[in-house]
């Protein structure tokens, strides 16, 4: 029972070896022991967030004992200790709030889509900005692609590619609300009425799904990438 914890809470984020929540929205962010429910720590949040400002994304590093979050007020990213919630690193490079955040599979890099018009690759470990990419629009989210390899941006209409060592965009996929199959190899992104599958490693279309009457919403890969 996670009622204890709070009324204003509007995201959840279980770690990736299943032991703590993170749940967060207005007020302090909070880390919970998944079995109990009991709250282990009240998580870092900026003195200059007010009570009503939203967390806008979170995520948990691979190995379950960071959390990085950002706030729909502030450009920054902080990354917080799982453990008691203490303040790691901040991540500063954007001039406006960060949308989404996402951990490589390794733990070794972030990358941060902002309302600025970038997407920007982080050292973990450092807080180290290691590449800027400038965009023509703003993001609506940024993600590693499964082996790491590269980044799906999502914008527009539209995801592109981009590998992540050099920043050089690879492909275009037309579509929105991109899934990815578990080894990399493929993606999806709705189209309207459409579903379209691509290469994930190069943005080559695969094919077309086709049969709804009205727009698709989401799109998801079985575990078996199917």
């Given at each position: 029972?996670?009622?204890?914890?709070?009324?204003?809470?509007?995201?959840?984020?279980?770690?990736?070896?299943?032991?703590?929540?993170?749940?967060?929205?207005?007020?302090?962010?909070?880390?919970?022991?998944?079995?109990?429910?009991?709250?282990?720590?009240?998580?870092?949040r900026p003195?200059?967030?007010?009570?009503?400002?939203?967390?806008?994304?979170?995520?948990?590093?691979?190995?379950?004992?960071?959390?990085?979050?950002?706030?729909?007020?502030?450009?920054?990213?902080?990354?917080?200790?799982?453990?008691?919630?203490?303040?790691?690193?901040?991540?500063?490079?954007?001039?406006d709030p960060?949308?989404?955040?996402?951990?490589?599979?390794?733990?070794?890099?972030?990358?941060?889509?902002?309302?600025?018009?970038?997407?920007?690759?982080?050292?973990?470990?450092?807080?180290?900005?290691?590449?800027?990419?400038?965009?023509?629009?703003?993001?609506?989210?940024?993600?590693?692609?499964?082996?790491?390899?590269?980044?799906?941006?999502?914008?527009?209409?539209?995801?592109?590619?981009?590998?992540?060592?050099?920043?050089?965009?690879?492909?275009?996929?037309?579509g929105r609300?991109?899934?990815?199959?578990?080894?990399?190899?493929?993606?999806?992104?709705?189209?309207?009425?459409?579903?379209?599958?691509?290469?994930?490693?190069?943005?080559?279309?695969?094919?077309?799904?086709?049969?709804?009457?009205?727009?698709?919403?989401?799109?998801?890969?079985?575990?078996?990438?199917?």
């Open positions: 029972d996670l009622g204890m914890i709070g009324p204003h809470f509007s995201r959840v984020e279980l770690s990736p070896d299943d032991r703590r929540i993170l749940i967060a929205g207005q007020g302090d962010p909070e880390i919970v022991d998944a079995s109990t429910g009991r709250s282990i720590a009240k998580a870092y003195p200059s967030l007010d009570g009503s400002s939203d967390i806008l994304a979170m995520a948990w590093s691979p190995d379950s004992k960071q959390v990085a979050m950002s706030s729909g007020w502030r450009p920054e990213t902080w990354i917080c200790d799982a453990e008691d919630g203490t303040l790691v690193r901040t991540l500063v490079g954007h001039d960060v949308s989404t955040v996402d951990f490589s599979s390794d733990g070794a890099r972030i990358v941060t889509a902002s309302g600025d018009g970038t997407v920007k690759l982080w050292h973990a470990a450092s807080g180290r900005m290691l590449a800027s990419i400038d965009l023509e629009v703003v993001p609506s989210g940024a993600w590693f692609l499964p082996g790491d390899a590269s980044i799906a941006v999502a914008s527009a209409g539209r995801v592109d590619l981009f590998t992540a060592t050099t920043d050089g965009l690879v492909a275009t996929v037309p609300a991109p899934a990815y199959a578990f080894d990399g190899s493929r993606l999806a992104a709705v189209d309207g009425n459409l579903v379209r599958v691509a290469d994930g490693r190069t943005g080559a279309p695969l094919h077309v799904l086709a049969g709804h009457t009205g727009p698709v919403t989401a799109t998801r890969f079985e575990p078996r990438g199917r």
